[in-house]
């Protein structure tokens, strides 16, 4: 039988089984970096940095999790948390970088495939909606544990996912049901 | 127009998983030492510490003269005050189980959070 993350969170706690955490770091591995090549733009080494960093944290401060959340909403919360952290010592203002970038992109290159456009125009939203729906929608997280990782009001969490996805469909018209 | 649930069903499909590669290996080498002590070393010395303390408060009381005094007294309560003596005793002991039970057990106190 497999062990659960709860399973394995509680020996590395009794007995600091770093086996237990790296079964752990397999597990979520995948998911933890995709959100952060998402919010990093697709800058993949940047992304795996954070997402190391993402685990070192989460090993230093287990016992931090009470277990209240999933793990994986846990672990979502420390990388968004390393993200940020990272944008600031950048001295990235998100903001005025939003702004920039979106002014240099345009929004009408048609790329081959519609997941190659889906990404493009994710990448074109502006950082608080396009982290709503890389967690809501493509993590599957409610809009509730959104909240907690991103430590925003339920009621922001819904309108930046409301209007991401508005956004994402209007740029992805071409591509519905005629 | 395309409808929320393909939209999101097409975002999770966008996302494919991403092969290990190597980066469990690279975490666990920057992982900070496991603590040295293993549990039952712990175990060993709070279990001395005890049998050491209690050897000297028995030392110290007499031989225990102390406890056999205290049941010979409590013999001659009357036994409705023992049976009520006991009874507290059971409420307060199951009163801290309870609230250690639902304190630990995560299934329990996600309970008290349902709205019905």
Not at chain 1, 9 to 15: E, K, P
Not at chain 2, 11 to 18: D, Q, V, W
Not at chain 2, 34 to 41: F, H, K, T, V, Y
């Amino acid at each position: 039988m497999e062990l659960t993350d709860a399973d394995l969170v509680a020996r590395v706690l009794a007995d600091d089984d770093q086996h237990a955490f790296g079964e752990l770091v397999r597990r979520h591995q995948s998911t933890v970096r995709g959100m952060l090549r998402q919010l990093t733009r697709t800058d993949i080494a940047l992304a795996d940095d954070l997402a190391q960093e993402t685990f070192i944290r989460a090993y230093k401060n287990i016992r931090g999790f009470r277990g209240e959340a999933r793990f994986s909403t846990w672990l979502y919360r420390i990388a968004y948390n390393c993200f940020r952290e990272d944008a600031r010592r950048r001295k990235e203002l998100v903001g005025v970088d939003e702004e920039q970038w979106q002014g240099e992109q345009d929004p009408q290159t048609v790329d081959p495939g519609l997941r190659h456009d889906l990404m493009h125009a994710l990448n074109l939203l502006p950082l608080h909606e396009r982290t709503a729906v890389v967690l809501c929608c493509q993590n599957g997280l409610s809009h509730d544990e959104a909240a907690r990782v991103l430590d925003i009001p339920l009621g922001t969490v819904k309108t930046n996912v409301l209007r991401g996805r508005e956004k994402l469909k209007r740029t992805l018209a071409a591509w519905g049901p005629n | 127009m395309i409808d929320d649930e393909t939209l999101d069903r097409q975002l999770r499909e966008a996302a494919p998983y991403i092969d290990d590669d190597g980066f469990t290996a690279s975490v666990m080498a920057r992982l900070p030492a496991a603590r040295r002590e293993p549990r039952w070393l712990r175990a060993m010395i709070l279990m001395g510490m005890t049998l050491l303390g209690s050897g000297v408060v028995y030392l110290l009381s007499g031989g225990g003269r102390f406890v056999r005094e205290g049941v010979i007294q409590l013999s001659d309560f009357p036994v409705w005050l023992l049976l009520i003596f006991a009874f507290g005793c059971g409420l307060v002991v199951g009163a801290f189980a309870v609230i250690l039970a639902i304190r630990k057990t995560p299934e329990v106190r996600d309970l008290a959070r349902l709205r019905f």
